[in-house]
């Protein structure tokens, strides 16, 4: 990098690797003038440092080195007329390095704040930055407390009249101070006092005083700056008024208070604030330090200064004589270091060297800091008890003036003095220099500050005894007093005196001494800043200015100096020791001098390239490089001789290695050929002997089966007999049980009967003492404070009650539900238990067998003993026989008791373990049953609120081909006059899923009249009405699939229980759906065949001009076929994936001892009469289980090898399904690859001709180069831009072509309207007269039929929807009129077997109510009316289709009136898919109604007067604007929502339908309550939850007035009563968390934590929530499962369900008013 060209990083780089080779401490001193740009490149220099080095620890010392600077900068630069960004303090920063040569830590010193920025700011100029960052972010919530404004606000940020810098944004300037102090561990309680105290500057400025004569002033009463002052300092306002209007005067023996007059009550408050100001200036840099601050040793530091440069104004003050006198000692350091010693180290070494002039400034540095120098002079007038600027300037006039060349009087003045410095003649006023060396601020108004209240700012005012270092006083100096104390301190007086005395210009005089040591001791860099021209204009460049500035500060001569000079300098040992690799062993000598002598004249032959001194060796410039070239070059051939020898012997010994193995291998393998033949030789001998053994083992297994299976008989018919005999003894047992248990229940009837005589007196009497004292209670209830007392807590423990008993009803239904289903599971497992119990009474029994054993024994003991006195010869014997025989049967019946006893033992343990299973099972399966439930639920309402979803941008795509439509219609059919009608037999509006027809046709204008419609019978809608049919039935079919998987699941489970009762049965059934699997998949073949049709015949039968691809309608149409073929694709893979599941399943439940299995007609009824409850889910079950019932009549049975035929045969599809799909993913994926391939190769070959450009332009020169890259730039612009030209010409013609087509068209709108009417209808526009029907016919004469002709259909539709007034038919006639006349007159066209008349009807009114809609579509009555009417229409054709469904709620009467002749189920789809767009305009509707009242009316309205009566700090006013302003109310929400519920009532909408809105207006509610809740701090208070209570419990209220609490609108609302409950309950203990936890399962985590940051209190008795209780919450909810998103959608709309409601009103009895105008039509 050091070769390149100048740049700061390579100064940096330098300094750098110097510090780590010679391990010296370096520097670098960055230079220039006022705005050259030395903050910038300090910066640049440190970012340097932080990146390379990185830090030694994890605490990342780098990036808070970093962050100092837009602190620093914030506090200490402000804008001047040189600079923008002027350093107004000076900085040396040591950056601390390890032995490894990385970042420590640093210290920062700094030099001469200019204080008097704070308080005054010339013209053009600006205060310090943080001043304008703090007014500029005033509005934050944060800040309000400090009471800020705009900048023109403030006396100190307004005097220079430019507050505002161009391209600067203050208030990001702020953000980024906050964010480095935070980084550099600065907290915000402490930030928030800093901000707090700058503040507190400001409005002192802002402080007036009033004279009251010539010796004394005042401060106004109540004045507002100063009592701001006050607060945000926490002083007392009296006493600060009084002393800065007074002063302390101390004596020998007394002290007397003075008033001052206003000038120096104005002069005193501006030192106060510079005093203040440069405090805390002081406190940001030790703490910064303290920070920076390492307590590993530090090995070696980089130092960086950043000082002021050279600054010359108009009017020049004691400031800037500081700063250019800084400048002349940097000059001086400079010189020293580049021509002083360099010359001086020449002539040291004896080189011959010609001397070489240059300026030295050291006469200049004489004058100021010399005896009796400027400085000496000034302090000894500040020593003056009357000394004063004038008397200064004449002691300067009088020692300096004619004896000092460098310094000089100004011709106009005596005030004044010229000094010439290195870098120009500086005129400085001499008004001021005695006050600000003196830094002079009042005793007592520092004592004032320091009882402050508020804790940082004491902190500020105490004395450092331990100077952090010598710059820490010199920064701003010390406050120097009026006077000392009367009394002085203990301690050290005298020493406390002295550093009184100190002034600024001494102390800055002795840290200017202390910096030029630390230079003088570290390796300098130096850098200088060059200003381009004087008026901070971008890319302006002045040539004479610069040469001054080079001129000035030494650069010309340094140049001079490196190129005469000897850059490179070495010792003869370091030389030695460094090249000797270059010099062979003769060439070395005892002595190094001549060594190095003898081998540079060999190395380089121009011996004016190098001097030899007395110790060193003298290189010019590049010599160097050159040496260490040679030095490389040598090494690298001795490393290449080394690498070949070595590699030689590591190959030689890999060959080796692998001849060795070659061999060792070859060896193996014959062996193993070998063996390998002895093997085969011994397998085939035992080949032989086990398939003898193999024959003989079959034989005799099969003997076995035999043997096995007669003894399993036997023992089958043993059993069967015992346990018929065991019956007969348990039921003689169970009758004395029974009779036991009557005779209990007998006598305790008689008891409770007695007792309840008792409880019933005791009740009566009770009550009438209860009465008593009720009415005790309610006169004392009368008295206000007994009602204040009940009143307290009444409101949230009434709501807690009602919650609780709504939750409790809850539970009560579901544990009843509970209940229900698993009596069913007991029952089975009672039944289980009673055979184990058979099973333990058998062994029972034979244990008592064994007892009579015994019996029979005795016996023949007894027989014994009469043999025994016949034969008395062997009595003896035969005595001591019986009796050892005896003993051993007692033992034996011992035995077998023990044996009963431990048998009884194990039945009660094991009854005892079958009652727990039983139990464990019933709530596996409750719990397991509930979840299979819920899941089923949420997979239904997935799938309705996307097919909803898809419905609605459906109709958004159909609105969108509408317009298009029109435009094409407008662009390509101009009609003629007299000629606008269409073809009759095929309308232009069919429904909406019959788009490819209504394509068609617009796109066969041109033509219509020539064409015949028969041949656009293939286009009809019949076809996509098929499509939809058959997506709907595979979506029922999935949906029972699914259902029969989860129930073969629960039968797996129960079959357990059922083995002994009935076998498996389910085979066939399984057979059955595996067949209409493939079905399906042969309809969805068909489908796709007959999309291709369709397409063809677009493309054959269309218009070119309109079906071309390009063309809109083309497009809509196609992505329209697309989509539904993808639609059927998704499902063919869910249906075979189902069918796979069913597979297995089949397989898992096969049952393995029957081998015949057949359908159970029974089981199966039972499990459909449970389903019944479940909607649409379980008719298609029925009507899949009545398919399947059929065909297993039919099927008769299966065996076995049948059943594992289907099971392979469905196993074999599935396989080859799913490598189809994995063949198509395959290639899919290789060519997603090929197009990456594609774009990579091309990448390539950019990057390859970039690159050849790049290597082309490098080797042009740098003028040519940068020629070269602009050329190329300005070819490609070029041509970006004419294509550019190019496409916005194409646009302008499109554009002008367009208007002219529209001026064209703009005359016939009114014809086209009439022409789009007309297309509304399929028949010709007859206008006839109405024909009012004056004599009804009497009802038994009526068939439920209206009559009309074909020609009146668009006066039925225009009369009866078009015109129609929602209004006075909701008020005046019937509810749903219009859908029964409508479905009256579909009647009588299916009467008639017209399909053209029944079509067209329809099409008509479907087409109709859109154009109502979206013509009247934001008026609330509209929508609810058609929506209504659409859904009694709906209602209507399921009524009357004659299915066995619908039918059995109709009456005999209605029966008859049921369609005989079409099937209008496509229709129902269409008018169904109308009435959920419909009702998603209604929610759209009713949400732009309750939008604005929600806010108002449940966050902001008070409906509980005085509760909220304590507003949060700060946020007052806004409430209060916004109470006063809010024009609704919970009352308006109400009423509203009552006009919604009465409209929906009027007009006969659905009860379910209209729980659905009230939900979806509920939710809606909920959700921007809830978000605008989680968006506004105002409002998350206690007061404010209980007022959301409150609001919440009216709503509930509401519900329960309309009956309506079951439609789910309460649970919509939980989130929201859960937010409230949230700022009411207490937050402090983990047990508070936990009950958090758990109560708010409504709320996600990050809601829950938003409310807890943004909860406010509004008195004294609340605490904000602590950061540890957030956390702690956080802990708690981090395993909790939700979604991130932070608000609620309050667009979410749920999806709608219609549930069949059938009509009791007979068609008969209905009349037509004479007010429709539908006198056309006559009762049939």
């Excluded at 089975?828 to 058979?838: A, G, V």
């Excluded at 996509?1024 to 709907?1032: A, E, G, H, I, N």
């Excluded at 070029?1278 to 294509?1283: A, S, V």
Aim: contains cysteine; proline residues 3%; hydrophobic residues 35%.
């Amino acid at each position: 990098m050091g070769d390149m060209d100048p740049h700061i990083f390579a100064v940096a780089e330098e300094a750098y690797k110097q510090m780590a080779r010679d391990e010296r401490n370096q520097s670098i001193i960055v230079s220039g003038e006022s705005g050259a740009g030395k903050t910038v490149s300090a910066k640049y220099a440190m970012r340097y440092f932080a990146t390379v080095s990185g830090s030694a620890s994890e605490a990342n010392v780098e990036e808070k080195v970093l962050a100092s600077n837009p602190i620093m900068e914030s506090i200490g630069n402000a804008k001047t007329t040189r600079n923008d960004n002027s350093s107004r303090f000076g900085k040396y920063i040591e950056i601390g390095f390890d032995k490894r040569h990385r970042i420590i830590g640093a210290n920062m010193r700094t030099y001469l704040l200019e204080k008097s920025r704070v308080v005054f700011q010339a013209e053009e100029e600006r205060n310090y930055h943080i001043f304008y960052q703090l007014c500029a972010s005033a509005r934050l919530p944060e800040f309000k407390m400090l009471r800020l404004g705009d900048a023109n606000n403030f006396h100190y940020t307004k005097q220079g009249g430019s507050p505002v810098i161009e391209g600067v944004d203050d208030a990001k300037e702020m953000a980024q101070t906050r964010q480095a102090c935070t980084l550099l561990g600065i907290s915000e309680s402490y930030q928030m006092g800093i901000f707090r105290i700058l503040a507190g500057i400001l409005h002192l400025g802002n402080v007036g005083f009033m004279s009251r004569d010539s010796d004394s002033c005042t401060i106004p009463p109540k004045h507002e700056p100063l009592s701001i002052f006050c607060d945000l300092m926490a002083v007392d306002f009296e006493e600060m008024c009084h002393w800065l209007c007074h002063r302390k005067l101390a004596t020998a023996a007394e002290t007397y208070i003075k008033p001052i007059s206003k000038l120096q009550a104005t002069n005193a408050r501006d030192a106060l604030a510079k005093h203040i100001y440069a405090k805390l200036f002081n406190w940001i840099v030790d703490h910064v330090n303290q920070v920076l601050h390492s307590a590993v040793k530090q090995h070696s530091f980089i130092g960086v200064l950043d000082i002021y440069g050279f600054e010359t104004f108009e009017i020049n003050s004691f400031e800037q004589f500081c700063i250019n006198y800084a400048n002349e000692k940097l000059q001086q350091q400079f010189n020293m270091h580049v021509f002083k010693l360099e010359q001086e180290e020449y002539m040291k070494e004896q080189i011959p060297w010609t001397l070489i002039d240059f300026y030295d400034n050291q006469p200049c540095i004489n004058l100021i800091e010399s005896k009796l120098g400027i400085l000496d002079l000034l302090d000894e007038e500040c020593k003056m008890p009357k000394g004063t600027d004038d008397t200064w300037a004449q002691k300067l006039y009088n020692t300096h003036l004619n004896k000092c060349a460098l310094f000089e009087k100004p011709r106009l003045s005596n005030k004044a003095f010229i000094i010439q410095h290195f870098a120009d003649k500086v005129e400085y006023q001499c008004e001021g220099f005695l006050e600000k060396n003196k830094d002079t601020v009042f005793e007592e108004q520092i004592k004032v500050l320091k009882s402050s209240k508020f804790k940082m700012l004491p902190e500020l005012f105490q004395d450092d005894e331990k100077a952090i270092s010598p710059s820490s006083a010199a920064s701003s100096g010390r406050t120097l007093l009026t006077r000392t104390p009367a009394k002085p301190t203990k301690g050290r007086p005298g020493q406390a005196a002295k550093e009184h005395k100190k002034t600024v210009g001494h102390q800055f005089r002795n840290s200017l001494h202390l910096l030029m040591e630390t230079l003088n001791a570290t390796t300098p860099h130096y850098v200088r800043c060059i200003k381009p021209n004087d008026f901070k204009f971008p890319f302006t460049f002045d040539e004479k200015r610069a040469v001054q500035q080079l001129r000035a500060c030494g650069v010309l001569e340094t140049i001079r100096i490196s190129a005469a000079g000897f850059p490179s300098r070495w010792t003869y040992q370091e030389f030695f020791s460094r090249y000797r690799v270059l010099m062979k062993q003769k060439d070395v000598l005892s002595e190094r001098k001549q060594t190095c002598k003898n081998v540079l004249e060999k190395l380089i032959q121009d011996k004016d390239k190098y001097q030899f001194g007395k110790t060193k060796i003298f290189f010019r410039a590049g010599q160097v490089a050159y040496l260490e070239k040679l030095r490389a070059d040598k090494l690298r051939a001795a490393c290449i001789r080394i690498q070949k020898t070595i590699r030689g012997w590591l190959l030689r010994k890999k060959f080796l290695r692998m001849r060795k193995a070659a061999i060792t291998v070859q060896r193996y393998v014959r062996g193993h050929q070998a063996r390998c033949y002895a093997k085969f030789l011994r397998r085939t001998k035992a080949t032989t002997i086990i398939q003898k053994y193999w024959r003989m083992y079959v034989i005799r297994r099969r003997y076995k089966i035999w043997r096995t299976a007669t003894i399993v008989l036997q023992s089958y018919l043993r059993g069967y007999l015992a346990r018929n005999r065991y019956r007969k003894i348990l039921r003689e047992h169970k009758a004395v049980i029974i009779q036991k248990w009557v005779r209990g229940w007998l006598a305790r009837t008689y008891y409770k009967r007695s007792m309840h005589a008792i409880i019933y007196l005791q009740c009566c009497f009770r009550r009438m003492m209860a009465k008593r004292e009720l009415k005790k209670l309610k006169i004392e209830a009368r008295s206000v404070e007994r009602y204040k007392k009940l009143h307290i807590g009444m409101e949230n423990k009434i709501m807690q009650l009602q919650r609780k008993v709504d939750e409790q009803n809850k539970d009560y239904k579901c544990l009843m539900e509970k209940l229900t289903s698993l009596e069913g599971i007991y029952n089975s497992e009672t039944e289980k238990l009673r055979s184990d119990l058979e099973r333990l009474q058998l062994s029972e029994e034979e244990a008592k067998i064994a007892t009579g054993r015994v019996l029979s024994l005795q016996e023949e003991i007894a027989k014994l003993r009469k043999d025994l006195e016949q034969t008395q010869c062997e009595k003896k014997s035969i005595e001591e026989c019986a009796d050892r025989y005896k003993q051993e049967t007692e033992q034996l019946v011992s035995n077998l008791k023990e044996e009963n006893t431990l048998l009884k033992q194990e039945k009660e343990a094991l009854n005892h373990l079958i009652v727990e299973q039983a139990k464990e099972m019933t709530e596996t399966m409750e719990k397991k049953l509930i979840e299979e439930t819920k899941q089923l639920e949420l997979d239904l309402n997935d799938e309705r609120l996307r097919y909803q979803n898809l419905l609605n941008e459906f109709s958004r795509l159909e609105e969108r081909y509408d317009d298009l439509k029109e435009e094409m219609t407008l662009m390509v059919n101009v009609p003629k006059p007299g000629h606008k009608r269409t073809d009759s037999t095929h309308s232009s509006n069919e429904s909406e899923y019959t788009f490819s027809s209504e394509i068609a046709e617009t796109e066969d204008i041109p033509s219509r009249t020539e064409e015949p419609s028969e041949k656009k019978v293939p286009l009809d809608m019949s076809l996509f009405l098929k499509l939809q049919k058959r997506v709907t039935e595979l979506e029922q079919e999935k949906q029972v699939m699914q259902d029969e998987l989860d129930r073969k699941e629960e039968q797996v489970l129960r079959s357990k229980a059922k083995e002994e009762e009935r076998p498996q049965i389910r085979g066939a059934e399984l057979e059955y759906e595996s067949l209409k699997r493939q079905e399906l998949e042969s309809e969805n073949k068909k489908l796709k065949n007959e999309l291709n049709e369709l397409r063809k015949a677009l493309s054959e039968k269309s218009a070119p001009e309109v079906t071309a691809p390009g063309a809109p309608a083309y497009r809509v149409l196609m992505e329209q076929l697309t989509s539904v073929s993808e639609e059927l694709d998704v499902r063919k893979e869910e249906v075979l994936i189902l069918r796979s599941q069913l597979v297995s399943q089949k397989e898992a439940i096969q049952p393995k001892d029957d081998k015949n299995t057949m359908t159970d007609s029974t089981i199966l009824l039972e499990d459909v009469q449970k389903m019944k409850d479940k909607g649409e889910i379980a008719q298609a079950y029925i009507g899949l289980k009545e398919t399947n019932r059929s065909s297993a009549m039919d099927g008769h049975e299966l065996n076995e090898d049948g059943e594992l035929l289907l099971v392979y045969e469905g196993l074999k599809q599935a396989n080859r399904l799913l490598e189809s799909q994995l063949q198509s993913q395959k290639r899919s994926h290789e060519n997603e690859a090929e197009a990456l391939r594609g774009e990579i190769q091309s990448l390539k070959e950019e990057n390859n001709r970039q690159q050849q450009l790049l290597a082309q332009n490098l080797q042009l020169p740098p003028e040519a180069r940068i020629e070269a890259s602009l050329q190329h730039e300005i070819t490609r612009l070029t041509n970006e831009n004419l294509d550019l030209m190019e496409q916005l010409e194409k646009q302008d013609k499109t554009v002008r072509k367009l208007k002219k087509q529209l001026k064209v068209f703009a005359k016939k709108i009114g014809e086209l309207e009439v022409g789009q009417m007309e297309n509304i209808s399929p028949g010709q526009i007859i206008d006839e007269p109405i024909r009012p029907v004056n004599i009804p016919r009497k009802e038994k004469d009526f068939q439920g039929m209206l009559e009309y002709k074909k020609e009146d259909e668009q006066k039925l539709v225009k009369n009866l929807i078009l015109e129609l007034k929602p209004r006075g038919v909701a008020v005046n006639l019937i509810p749903g009129l219009p859908a029964y006349i409508l479905f009256m007159c579909v009647r009588h066209a299916d009467y008639l077997n017209d399909d053209q008349k029944v079509r067209s009807l329809l099409t008509s009114t479907i087409n109709s109510i859109k154009k109502v809609l979206k013509k009247r579509g934001d008026d609330f009555e509209t929508v609810s009316f058609w929506l209504s009417n659409t859904c009694r229409f709906l209602h209507c054709l399921k009524q009357y289709s004659g299915e066995e469904g619908f039918m059995k709620h109709n009456t005999s009467r209605q029966n008859e009136h049921c369609l005989t002749n079409f099937d209008l189920a496509e229709y129902r789809q269409v008018l169904s898919d109308l009435a959920i767009q419909i009702y998603q305009q209604l929610v759209r509707v009713l949400e732009n109604i309750l939008q604005p009242m929600i806010v108002s009316g449940m966050l902001e309205h008070e409906t509980i007067q005085g509760v909220s009566g304590v507003k949060p700090t700060g946020l007052r006013k806004r409430t209060s604007s916004i109470a006063d302003e809010g024009t609704y109310t919970l009352d308006s929400i109400l009423r509203q929502l009552n006009s919604f519920h009465s409209v929906m009532c009027q007009h006969g909408m659905d009860p379910e339908l209209i729980k659905q809105v009230v939900k979806q207006m509920f939710y809606i509610v909920g959700a921007v309550t809830l978000n605008n809740l989680l968006l506004r701090k105002d409002m998350c208070s206690w007061s404010k939850g209980m007022q959301i209570r409150y609001n919440v419990s009216q709503l509930e209220e509401w519900l329960r007035d309309k009956n309506l609490m079951n439609s789910g609108a309460k649970e919509t609302l939980e989130p929201l009563i859960q937010a409230a409950q949230l700022l009411q309950v207490k937050k402090k203990t983990d047990d508070d968390a936990e009950a958090i936890c758990s109560m708010c399962n409504a709320l996600t985590t990050a809601q829950i934590v938003k409310v807890l940051n943004l909860y406010t209190p509004v008195n004294e008795f609340e605490e904000r929530v602590s950061v540890s209780f957030i956390r702690t919450i956080q802990m708690r909810l981090r395993d909790r499962k939700d979604s991130p998103q932070l608000l609620m959608d309050a667009k979410h709309i749920f999806p709608v369900t219609f549930p069949f409601n059938p009509s009791s009103l007979a068609l008969e009895t209905i009349q037509i008013p004479a007010s429709l105008g539908l006198g056309f039509i006559s009762r049939v």
